[in-house]
Structure formats: structure tokens, C-alpha cells
């Protein structure tokens, strides 16, 4: 692997150099603002605080890949997302389910093939196929918001609000590239505008979730 091939998949980029997609870069402020909102309201809970530094994380990353577009920066832009995911998984079967330690766990592990499973199914989706990777997290989250329906009503609602904030952050993530002749400047910037809110979000909704409960176990 050349992890210093040049990458260009987004609409803005028209040449490989630094600053060939400056909206897409400085949004990424997006996650790096909604990581300091959340930090400073952690309330000492540390999986939201984890959850915060990934946040900071995806930001960084996300700016390196739409600054140097090369594989490397590719790489540091998607693990802290995949990250984030995972330690979201193991702390929502733990904290909103009351689930012991290994069977969150587990539910990581399981993620892996679930998303194995269901990406070729989002592929076959008209005009999704750039984001179908992407695709199995907000159903995930829809099907855990189900899931808490009756015992937790207010989680089960924030998490269907976030899900529904990542599908539209998809629909623009997928559009991009389609209509780069209509709109030259693309629309993946709203992904992260977006994307930043729903992970902000959803870092709010397990705060609030904790505290709500008797004893704080974040």
C-alpha cells in the first residue's frame, strides 16, 4: 500500500494540492467545537469524555485527509471514526441496556460482521453507494432506540434524533459527487457540519442518560 498516493474523491478537490478543498477542510471545525461543548459538559463522566477526545480526533483527521488527500490522511480520518462507533456500542449495551461488561463487549464484536453483512445490502441502494459503509450505524442506532422504547423513553427519542441527524448527514455525503455540475463547490461539507452535531448529540444523550440515573457508572 502507497500510503502517500493522492486521494481525490470529493467534489471541491480540482487539484492535489493543501488548500484544494478549503470549505470541506474548515468545517471539520464542526467536531473539534462540538468536542469542547461536550467536554465541558462531561460532568466527570468518563466514556463521555473518551467519547469527546474521539470527537476532537475525527476532527483532526478529517482535516488531514481533506488537506493532504493521501492515503495515510485517509486512514487518520476514518479510525477515529470507527472508534468512536465501537466505544458508543460498548458504553449504550452497558449504561442504556444495564448489560454486564463482556456482553457490551461482545456487541463490538458483533458489529463487525452485522456491518459485513448489511454494506452490500446499501450498496444496491441508487446513488448510496459512496456512504454504504456508513449506512449500518444510523439503522444501529435506530434499532438500540427501538430497543429502549419502554425503559428508557427519553434515550430511545434522543437516539432516534441522532440517527435521523446522520441520515441526512449520508444524503449529502452521497450527493456530493452527483451533482458536481450543478453545485462545483460539492455538498460534503455539510456532512461534517452534521455529523458534528449528531456525534455532539449523541455524547448529550448518554450524559443525560447517566444522570438520570441513581448512581453514575460512566
Known amino acids: 500500500m502507497d500510503l502517500t498516493q493522492s486521494v481525490d474523491g470529493y467534489c471541491e478537490r480540482i487539484d492535489p494540492s493543501f488548500w484544494a478543498e478549503p470549505v ?88 463487525f460482521p452485522y456491518t459485513a453483512a448489511l454494506v452490500p445490502l446499501f450498496q444496491q441502494i441508487p446513488g448510496f453507494e459512496s456512504s454504504a459503509a456508513y449506512g449500518p450505524v444510523p439503522l444501529l442506532i435506530f434499532i438500540y432506540a427501538f430497543g429502549l422504547r419502554n425503559g428508557a423513553l427519553q434515550t430511545a427519542k434522543g437516539l432516534a434524533i441522532g440517527a435521523s441527524i446522520v441520515c441526512l448527514s449520508l444524503f449529502f455525503r452521497s450527493i456530493d ?26 455524547i448529550e444523550i448518554y450524559r443525560r442518560h447517566m444522570l438520570a440515573r441513581p448512581t453514575k457508572l460512566g
Open 24 to 111: 470541506n477542510a474548515i468545517t471539520n471545525a464542526a467536531f473539534l467545537i462540538a468536542a469542547i461543548i461536550m467536554w465541558r459538559r462531561s460532568d466527570g463522566l468518563r466514556i463521555a469524555q473518551l467519547l469527546c477526545i474521539i470527537l476532537f480526533a475525527i476532527g483532526i483527521g478529517s482535516f488531514l485527509f481533506h488537506t493532504f488527500a493521501q492515503t495515510w490522511a485517509g486512514m487518520a480520518d476514518v479510525f477515529p471514526i470507527i472508534l468512536y462507533i465501537l466505544v458508543y456500542i460498548f458504553a449504550a449495551t452497558r449504561d442504556f441496556y444495564g448489560q454486564k461488561w463482556w456482553i457490551a463487549a461482545l456487541a463490538v464484536v458483533l458489529f
Open 177 to 202: 459527487e452527483p451533482l458536481c455540475n450543478i453545485l462545483p463547490l460539492g455538498t460534503h461539507f455539510m456532512w461534517h457540519i452534521l455529523n458534528g452535531i449528531a456525534l455532539g448529540w449523541m
